[in-house]
Every structure is written in structure tokens, then in C-alpha cells.
């Protein structure tokens, strides 16, 4: 399939400037992240629900919508369409109407972030980079390495020292080079933007780099396919940065437009670890952007963000839904991850089950209703977090029994 892109060019979402995709772009003037704006009476004209279902089942199914101009420049692990799993026995257990979980933990490197990598290292590589460097709390670090891997482009990452080894490990394996700092993901961003100048590398940190959210948002475009084009009434994520709520709510405008879709859309839930609030306090203030959220920490690492670059983006597709952002403690959050686990056999991770505990609180709340369609976003397998869980266990004598 040879990909007919209808991109026509980026646009700052604030003060509306325009920029061109055909060079390397960042941040607008204003400091705001930049959107990817597509041509969609052409990519209607090109391509329907029919035609998208006979392609193979990567997120690469959408190439009319996604930026990249020619096929030789896609760098693919297989990544996308992940299972859209029903979850009977919670639904049953918390009289959820239907209850269905996008499992990302089933995606080349096991999170999510392997979406955003997958198109960021593909149109970087169209536009020529041979150098990225990020800051990484770990998951974005490892699928942009193994993609920049797969590119021949060289990745330079920095992690704080507590970021999860597997995910360094991941990352230097892939052949990054990889600096610890003993600080946050802030400090790493700091130390970074203060080296870039020197070495002319193409900075990749999130939402700087306008193309990952374009990834992300194909999470956005499988959920309703894989509901027959059907929207949900909720969609509930766990927000760190934002950028998978941003790219779902861009591609339910877009599937609007290109009339895939009708005028109801689903609400838009962002659910945070009490621990890291940020976007649940601006919520409650109606404010339009968020304040930074001090000494933040939580077990979902993922999703420790104390203040995110597109706050206002996400909190404008909270709003324009009728969504709303809700807090979770840590022991709901593993209770949620243990009963996962144990009543549908699916091993999550704790940002994952953040997102259904959200859900959980807002049906008991009456928020949504019993008889209403929810997916929760899973947005990594457990088996990325080997030190999340810790168990004693009775030891058996070699000779015992049990
Ligand atoms: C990065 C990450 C998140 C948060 O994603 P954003 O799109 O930045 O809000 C959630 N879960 C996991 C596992 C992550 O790695
Ligand atoms: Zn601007």
C-alpha cells in the first residue's frame, strides 16, 4: 500500500500560526504545542470504513490520517490495533453496563508509547534526523529507542536514577546511550535543553515533537472501529502528559468531519493517582489550565506528570465532552490491578488499573450510568512492572507436600 498522507501542514491550537510539515518543527512562537492538520475531504474522498477494514491490522491502517508521506519511511514493529477486551465479571461485580478494556499491554515493547514512537521516529526519519534525545520517566525512553533502533537513528536518553531498570535496560540494549540523573524527568528535560544546542540533536520530548500524538491518537480510531463505528458514551485514561486523551479527542473531531461518526461523542474521563493531581484540581476550579503539583509520587509512573505542556488541550476535550477527571489512591489502585487479575485473568499495569478504578468511582457515584458503554484504556502489559508487586509467600520442603 503505497500511503496518501492528507497532511497539509501543523497548527498551534492557541494563536492559530500556522508551520509546514516538510521541515523539522517543535513548539510554536507562543510556547504551545503544535497539531497536525489534515485535508479530510480528501482523505474521505480516498478512503471509508469499508475500504480501512480489508488493510492489514496495524494502526498504519489509517495512513490517510496520519503524517507520513511515503511508505519507505515507516518504521514498524506491528504496533496497533490491540485487543478490545470485555470484562464481563467487573462489570457484573459493579453493575457496569458494558465494560470493555483497550489492552495496550499487547503492543511491541509493552506500553502504549510504542503508538507515539512508531509515527515520531517515522516522520523523523522522512525529514532526515539521525540524532533524538528525550527526557523519560522509562516507557517513552524504551519504545523510542527500539524504534530509533530499527530507523538507524541514534537515541540519547536521560532517566532518573529510580525510572524502572527494565526500562533502561531496554533502552541500552537497543543501543541508546542513556544518562541517569538524580532528579526527576523535570531535571532531565532541564539538563537536556541545556545540550541540545551543542550537538543539534532533534529534541523529542513530549509534545515538542508534534507527531507522536498523531500515534496516539489511533487509539482514538480502533475503539470505534472495533465497536462497529459505534462511540462509546465514556472513554476513561489514565494522564500523565496527555497526549493520548489529546490524540483520542483530535481523532473523534476528525472521524466527526469526515462523517465516520455522528454528532454524539463519548465523555472523556482522565483519571491521575491522588499522588499527582494536576489536571483533577484544575477540574474542580473549571479552571483552563493546570497548576504545577508539588512533591508529586505515585506507583504509576506513567502517569507523574506534575504539570503537562498540553494541560489546556486536555482539559478542553474534559470539557467539550462533558467529561471529567477523577483521583485515585494507591491502594485502590492495586486492589483494581489484583482483581484484574483474578476475576478476567488479564495482568495489567497500575496505570491501567488507575483508570478503572476511576470508572468504578464515578459508577458508584452515579456518573455513569448502568445502562451505558465504557472502555478504559489499558496502557501497559504488568509484565513491564516486576517491582510493583511483592508477595510473602509459605516456602514448601524440597521433600514436603502440598
Ligand atoms: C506515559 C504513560 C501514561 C500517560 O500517558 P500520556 O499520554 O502522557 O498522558 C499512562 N500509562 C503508561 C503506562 C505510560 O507509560
Ligand atoms: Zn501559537
Known amino acids: ?26 513548539l510554536c512562537q507562543c510556547g504551545s504545542p503544535l497539531l497536525v492538520e489534515y485535508d479530510l475531504e480528501r482523505a474521505g474522498y480516498l478512503v471509508d470504513p469499508e475500504t480501512i477494514k480489508t488493510r492489514p491490522v496495524t494502526l498504519w491502517r489509517y495512513a490517510e490520517l496520519l503524517p507520513v508521506l511515503d511508505d519507505a519511511n515507516i518504521v514498524s514493529l506491528g504496533e496497533g490495533f490491540t485487543p ?16 470493555y478494556m483497550k489492552d495496550e499491554g499487547i503492543i511491541p515493547t509493552g506500553t502504549f508509547k510504542a503508538r507515539g514512537a512508531a ?4 516522520k523523523a526519519r522522512e525529514l532526515g534526523v539521525k540524532h533524538v534525545a528525550m527526557p523519560t520517566n522509562g516507557n517513552a525512553g524504551a519504545a ?5 533502533a530499527r530507523a538507524g537513528i541514534k537515541a540519547h536518553i536521560l532517566m532518573p536514577e529510580d525510572a524502572p531498570r527494565i526500562t533502561r ?3 541500552v540494549a537497543a543501543g541508546a546511550q542513556v544518562h541517569l540523573v538524580r532528579g526527576l524527568i523535570s531535571d532531565c528535560g532541564k539538563i537536556l535543553a541545556r545540550s541540545i544546542p551543542a550537538h543539534g540533536w532533534y529534541d523529542v520530548s513530549t509534545l515538542k515533537e508534534p507527531y507522536r500524538i498523531e500515534g496516539k491518537k489511533t487509539m482514538g480510531y480502533e475503539i470505534v472501529e472495533q465497536l462497529g463505528w459505534q462511540v462509546p458514551d465514556v472513554i476513561a485514561y489514565p494522564i500523565g502528559g496527555g497526549v493520548g486523551i489529546i490524540g483520542i479527542y483530535k481523532a473523534l473531531q476528525e472521524m466527526q468531519r469526515l462523517g465516520w461518526i455522528g454528532d454524539q461523542l463519548p465523555r472523556l474521563v482522565a483519571v491521575q493517582a491522588e ?13 483552563k489550565e493546570s497548576e504545577f503539583f508539588p512533591d508529586s509520587r505515585t506507583i504509576a509512573f506513567g502517569i507523574n506528570v506534575p504539570k ?6 486536555v482539559l478542553e476535550a474534559i470539557y467539550e ?3 471529567c477527571a477523577v483521583a485515585v489512591g494507591e491502594a485502590d489502585i492495586i486492589n483494581t490491578l489484583l482483581e484484574l487479575a483474578s476475576l478476567e485473568g488479564s495482568f495489567i499495569c497500575p496505570e491501567g488499573a488507575a483508570a478503572l478504578a476511576g470508572l468504578k468511582k464515578l459508577r458508584a457515584a452515579g456518573w455513569l450510568k448502568a445502562e451505558e458503554t465504557a472502555v478504559l484504556l489499558n496502557t501497559g502489559g504488568g509484565i513491564k512492572y516486576p517491582d510493583t508487586l511483592h508477595f510473602d509467600l509459605p516456602y514448601c520442603p524440597v521433600d514436603g507436600t502440598i
Request: with cysteine; proline share 4%; hydrophobic share 40%.
Open 321 to 323: 465532552t462533558e467529561g
Open 308 to 313: 503537562a505542556l498540553g494541560d489546556f488541550l
Open 1 to 26: 500500500m503505497n500511503t496518501q498522507s492528507c497532511i497539509t501542514g501543523l497548527v498551534c491550537p492557541k494563536c492559530k500560526k500556522r508551520y509546514t510539515h516538510r521541515e523539522l518543527q517543535h
Open 144 to 148: 523510542w529507542a527500539v524504534y530509533a
Open 169 to 171: 535496560n531496554e533502552s
Open 84 to 99: 478490545l477486551t470485555i470484562l464481563p465479571a467487573i462489570a457484573a461485580k459493579y453493575a457496569f453496563g458494558r465494560l
Open 119 to 122: 509515527v515520531g521516529v517515522s
Open 275 to 287: 499522588g499527582c493531581a494536576p489536571i483533577v484540581e484544575a477540574y474542580r476550579k473549571k479552571a
